[in-house]
């Protein structure tokens, strides 16, 4: 009976001391706090709603940097800067070009596993690009009696040049302090025209 307390005690002990040690460690990979973070995306935008009347759908992309800092272990503000790399074109008529775009965001994160936390964000953001009229377009706008429809379109772009964004995402810790991100959300909605534009990008930040 007594060696099998002995057992026990012993049993517990090295269970307590694990635990311990699981807990503080798990503590200290969740505390962020007062850190700041820098990080890459490359990002895909899907321009909707394009048209007054066509409702038509195109893609582009931008590069951006991402500065960042932890407030707390559970939120987050950060400032974004991209420019676009590839322009979008709708029925060989109507290129989209987003010259530049520059964001704010404050948000969430929270630890789903002890490598990846979700997090969600708002913020605002303003946006400068282009829409301009191919050969093709302006071929018909010549033609009284063929007007294209994004005729009214080619100018600044969108029209609207602040908006409203948010995101939802997902980061994994690959390397001490090195995260993967994946993330979706809306960059701008147009109020001027009703288009809008969602953005999914995926990229790696570092945090010190």
């Given amino acids: 009976m007594t060696t099998l307390l002995r057992h026990f005690s012993t049993a517990a002990l090295i269970t307590a001391a694990l635990l311990t040690t699981t807990i503080a460690n798990a503590q200290e990979r969740q505390s962020r706090e007062g850190m700041t973070y820098v990080g890459l995306l490359a990002t895909g935008l899907n321009h909707r709603s394009v ?18 800092t932890h407030i707390s272990d559970h939120f987050h503000v950060e400032i974004r800067a991209g420019a676009g790399t590839t322009t979008g074109e709708i029925d060989k008529e109507l290129e989209l070009d987003i010259e530049y775009f520059a964001s704010w965001y ?8 002890d490598y990846a936390n979700a997090y969600a964000q708002f913020g605002f953001s303003h946006v400068q690009g282009e829409a301009n009229l191919t050969a093709v377009g302006k071929a018909r706008e010549a033609d009284p009696e063929d007007r294209s429809p994004y005729a ?8 609207s040049s602040f ?4 995101l939802l995402g997902l980061d994994f810790e690959v390397i001490d302090n090195g995260f993967i991100m994946l993330e979706g959300g809306r960059l701008f909605e147009d ?5 809008n534009t969602f953005q999914f990008s995926t990229g790696f930040k570092y945090e010190f």
């Fill in 51 to 68: 048209g007054e009347n066509t409702l038509e759908t195109t893609w582009s992309s931008t590069g951006s940097m991402v500065l960042g």
């Fill in 106 to 113: 404050i948000g969430g994160h929270y630890p789903v596993t």
């Fill in 191 to 195: 109020t001027e025209t009703s288009a």
């Fill in 163 to 166: 908006s409203v964004s948010w």
């Fill in 152 to 159: 009214s379109l080619a100018d600044e772009y969108p029209g």
